[in-house]
């Protein structure tokens, strides 16, 4: 049953209390979309009278959100966003479709890249729009079509395929543990350890791995591998990577294993995908080939 057309507010009405929502200002708002305040105003009263409510506040030439009206524009402002994305798709690519791809930066660079020209030679028609996302992607608000992340297959309403494991090392620049090498897993606890933001759990695990008990895990916390990898290299302490990222700095020796070899981390890598978009032409087609690509004996690239 289709909606009453006084729910479909008109897309430029929509657009400006959004704006007005996230940009705070009547004249911020006008300068972002290229209009008048004057005409910024009338679209916004257009939507109070089509919705026969109060969204807005007027003091003067100023404007600001209602709580009614600020709890409306962060829901519409999922919905603009894909009706942009699902406009995107359709202009840059009717014939074969297209699929938006968030990526871990790291992992996404060194597994997914090297294979994409595979991916292209077979599906021509597929164009793969690839987006970074450090933290846990949000389907619904930024209309993905798949995402590449880390961790354990908990998402709900969601399809995933395993895409490799982790195992990671502890390792520091040479100076750090000169005159001092650990003898055991417990004593890396009185050196600097560096965590990485997006694994909060990694060091606690690396212990209890190792048969030490060790809940909190001091240290300093970084965003991303790459500024991690720094830290480590210019001795700020014992950092725990990804096996393949270290491989290249432990061979030079310009870092070196704290204590220990490679360890299984709890978390892997998956390819995820909103179960109402299970059936796209484009995902099934970019799921059956990553399905291809995972085995065993499949080692990320050095």
């Known amino acids: 049953m289709p909606l009453p057309r006084r729910y479909l507010p008109s897309i430029a009405s929509l657009r400006a209390i959004e704006a007005l929502d996230r940009l705070g200002s009547a004249t911020a708002t006008a300068e972002a979309l290229a209009l008048s305040q004057s005409a910024v105003s009338r679209q916004l009263q257009t939507l109070e009278e089509q919705l026969g409510v109060s969204l807005i506040r007027r003091e003067g030439r100023s404007m600001s959100l209602t709580p009614h009206g600020a ?46 020209p595979d991916f292209a030679r077979l599906h021509p028609e597929v164009t793969i729009n690839l987006s970074t996302r450090f933290k846990a992607f949000n389907f619904a608000a930024e209309g993905f079509d798949a995402a590449i992340h880390f961790g354990q297959h908990d998402w709900p309403g969601t399809g995933a395929i395993q895409l490799h494991p982790e195992a990671v090392i502890a390792v520091c620049a040479p100076e750090v543990i000169a005159g001092h090498v650990p003898g055991a897993a417990r004593d890396l606890l009185t050196l600097p350890l ?58 030079t020796g310009r870092l070196v294993a704290a204590w220990g070899g490679v360890t299984a981390s709890p978390g892997a890598y998956w390819l995820v995908w909103p179960e109402t978009k299970a059936k796209h032409a484009a995902l099934v087609k970019f799921r059956d080939w990553i399905a291809g690509q995972v085995g065993e004996e499949d080692l990320l690239p050095r």
């Not at 048969?211 to 991690?228: L, M, N, P, W, Y």
């Not at 210019?234 to 393949?244: E, I, Q, T, W």
Request: proline share 6%; charged share 15%.
């Open 71 to 116: 709890d409306y524009a962060a829901e519409i402002r999922s919905a603009l966003g894909q009706i942009a994305q699902a406009s995107m798709k359709a202009a840059l690519n009717p014939a074969g479709g297209s699929l938006s791809l968030a990526i871990l930066p790291t992992f996404g660079m060194r597994w997914l890249v090297p294979r994409l």
């Open 194 to 251: 560096l965590h990485i933001e997006t694994r909060p759990e990694a060091w606690p695990a690396w212990f209890a791995a190792h048969g030490v008990a060790a809940e909190r895990v001091a240290g300093t916390v970084h965003d991303q591998f790459s500024t991690i990898i720094q830290a480590a290299l210019h001795g700020l302490g014992v950092a725990l990577l990804p096996d393949y990222l270290a491989e290249q700095d432990l061979a």
